[in-house]
């Protein structure tokens, strides 16, 4: 809100005349249709900003270089839904089939678009005629420089539409500002034993009461959510052939907080109406979450009763490049950090379930209440492991990924605004709001 009134601020400023410099009725008539309408030019494929005609059409700089790149493939993209996706400045990357069927649609030219050595001579013939009218030389040194840069620009306008392999992706940011671009810092670096303090006086030491309800929550935890997968129809690769098969398998996941949740005392004391809506608004995170526990860092897949599958699976199924990339990243923080310490995921859970942000909350401060208790707990339980030097962290790392989920779980949510709801369960369409 406070960007919107920012921008409109802006706006307000340069529309005004300025007299300074020389009034706007200076301007003709045709100098005022101009700039309206290259003002008014939108994106014919997504509804974005369009400064030009690209291919026989009027695109903006994304869907020229995704026709570019996308048109002369000979092997065609296959909608993973109906073929009939909504197409704009949101959903754009979402099916590669759909938007280029859309080009063609508005009139985009295959044929138009131009090879290397027809690109050169273009280039070529610009710099040439630049230079009859500078009436300067045009070195061969200069062409191929400049031909470079024009690459170098068209490689960098053509990654924010890209659905092939990606090699960096970018990362949700932390409560900390810090950005997740590097590899560097998938892996959490534990302290090794050695160096942890000898001095008792270093550790915290849990109270009873404490002890006891982190033992009942993760009693809770590994009896539930912890519990491994059942064999069912998707405990195979091969039987998950599109995005609802995904949704449908989280079915189990679903079942299992439900009965995670009626184990905690502190869930009880919610009205029912609060019950309801922190289950609906905690499911997406600890589906995630739990993917998390079962990641197998050295195998990159998720363990089963039948053996692994690989989590490219989550790639293939949705087609969606950057959702497997963040998924996957996430859960190497995550199992990188907690490793296989129930303690740690059974809090993280708890903080989940009682999150005061979660939609159509209406006791949010008592919510938050409870919740604190298990932030408390888990600093707590870091500093009796890892003493009051080391314990923070871990305790930012935990915190860190807990902020994590927020960009990857609306990321989810954009994939089942495409699942066709006739194809989910019934179960999965309540708690997801599907209806």
Same mark, same amino acid.
């Given at each position: 809100?406070?960007?919107?009134?920012?921008?409109?601020?802006?706006?307000?400023?340069?529309?005004?005349?300025?007299?300074?410099?020389?009034?706007?009725?200076?301007?003709?008539?045709? +100098? =005022?249709?101009? &700039? *309206? @309408?290259?003002? %008014?030019?939108?994106?014919? /494929?997504?509804?974005?900003? $369009?400064?030009?005609?690209?291919?026989?059409?009027?695109?903006?700089?994304?869907?020229?270089?995704?026709?570019?790149?996308?048109?002369?493939?000979?092997?065609?993209?296959?909608?993973?839904?109906?073929?009939?996706?909504?197409?704009?400045?949101?959903?754009?990357?979402?099916?590669?089939?759909?938007?280029?069927?859309?080009?063609?649609?508005?009139?985009?030219?295959?044929?138009?678009?131009?090879?290397?050595?027809?690109?050169?001579?273009?280039?070529?013939?610009?710099?040439?005629?630049?230079?009859?009218?500078?009436?300067?030389?045009?070195?061969?040194? +200069? =062409?191929?420089? &400049? *031909? @470079?840069?024009? %690459?170098?620009?068209?490689? /960098?306008?053509?990654?924010? $539409?890209?659905?092939?392999?990606?090699?960096?992706?970018?990362?949700?940011?932390?409560?900390?500002?810090?950005?997740?671009?590097?590899?560097?810092?998938?892996?959490?670096?534990?302290?090794?034993?050695?160096?942890?303090?000898?001095?008792?006086?270093?550790?915290?030491?849990?109270?009873?009461?404490?002890?006891?309800?982190?033992?009942?929550?993760?009693?809770?935890?590994?009896?539930?959510?912890?519990?491994?997968?059942?064999?069912?129809?998707?405990?195979?690769?091969?039987?998950?052939?599109?995005?609802?098969?995904?949704?449908?398998?989280?079915?189990?996941?679903?079942?299992?907080?439900?009965?995670?949740?009626?184990?905690?005392?502190?869930?009880?004391?919610?009205?029912?109406?609060?019950?309801?809506?922190?289950?609906?608004?905690?499911?997406?995170?600890?589906?995630?979450?739990?993917?998390?526990?079962?990641?197998?860092?050295?195998?990159?897949?998720?363990?089963?009763?039948?053996?692994?599958?690989?989590?490219?699976?989550?790639?293939?199924?949705?087609?969606?490049?950057?959702?497997?990339?963040?998924?996957?990243?996430?859960?190497?923080?995550?199992?990188?950090?907690?490793?296989?310490?129930?303690?740690?995921?059974?809090?993280?859970?708890?903080?989940?379930?009682?999150?005061?942000?979660?939609?159509?909350?209406?006791?949010?401060?008592?919510?938050?209440?409870?919740?604190?208790?298990?932030?408390?707990?888990?600093?707590?339980?870091?500093?009796?492991?890892?003493?009051?030097?080391?314990?923070?962290?871990?305790?930012?790392?935990?915190?860190?990924?807990?902020?994590?989920?927020?960009?990857?779980?609306?990321?989810?949510?954009?994939?089942?605004?495409?699942?066709?709801?006739?194809?989910?369960?019934?179960?999965?369409?309540?708690?997801?709001?599907?209806?």
């Amino acid at each position: 809100m406070v960007a919107s009134s920012s921008s409109g601020n802006l706006f307000d400023h340069i529309d005004q005349p300025n007299t300074s410099v020389g009034s706007s009725s200076s301007l003709g008539p045709c +100098s =005022l249709r101009k &700039i *309206k @309408t290259k003002d %008014d030019k939108v994106c014919g /494929v997504c509804g974005d900003k $369009a400064l030009g005609y690209n291919f026989n059409a009027v695109t903006c700089e994304s869907c020229k270089a995704f026709f570019r790149r996308n048109a002369s493939k000979e092997k065609s993209a296959v909608c993973l839904f109906d073929n009939n996706c909504v197409v704009d400045i949101r959903t754009r990357r979402f099916c590669p089939a759909c938007r280029i069927k859309k080009c063609y649609k508005i009139g985009m030219k295959k044929d138009m678009i131009l090879d290397d050595s027809e690109k050169r001579k273009r280039m070529n013939k610009v710099m040439a005629n630049r230079a009859k009218r500078e009436h300067l030389p045009a070195p061969e040194s +200069s =062409l191929i420089q &400049i *031909k @470079t840069e024009v %690459d170098t620009i068209d490689s /960098v306008m053509e990654v924010p $539409a890209m659905l092939e392999t990606v090699n960096e992706v970018e990362r949700p940011p932390t409560p900390f500002g810090k950005t997740h671009g590097s590899t560097s810092d998938i892996i959490f670096r534990h302290v090794p034993k050695q160096l942890l303090p000898a001095d008792a006086s270093m550790y915290y030491k849990l109270t009873l009461a404490e002890s006891s309800l982190l033992a009942h929550v993760t009693k809770a935890y590994q009896e539930t959510l912890a519990a491994m997968p059942e064999m069912g129809p998707y405990s195979e690769p091969k039987q998950y052939q599109k995005a609802a098969d995904l949704v449908n398998h989280s079915e189990v996941c679903v079942r299992k907080l439900i009965m995670f949740v009626k184990y905690l005392d502190d869930f009880k004391r919610l009205s029912q109406e609060d019950q309801i809506a922190a289950l609906k608004a905690c499911v997406m995170n600890t589906v995630l979450l739990r993917s998390a526990l079962f990641y197998s860092i050295e195998k990159d897949a998720w363990l089963t009763p039948k053996g692994e599958i690989p989590t490219s699976i989550l790639k293939n199924t949705t087609g969606f490049v950057s959702l497997h990339n963040n998924h996957v990243y996430y859960c190497r923080r995550v199992k990188s950090m907690a490793q296989d310490d129930y303690q740690i995921y059974a809090l993280l859970q708890t903080i989940i379930v009682f999150d005061p942000a979660g939609m159509n909350i209406t006791n949010r401060e008592f919510m938050s209440s409870l919740q604190d208790q298990y932030i408390i707990l888990l600093k707590h339980y870091f500093e009796s492991c890892f003493s009051y030097e080391f314990a923070k962290e871990y305790y930012v790392s935990a915190l860190d990924r807990l902020c994590d989920l927020k960009a990857l779980s609306e990321e989810h949510a954009n994939v089942l605004l495409q699942v066709n709801p006739v194809d989910i369960e019934p179960l999965m369409l309540e708690v997801l709001n599907l209806k």
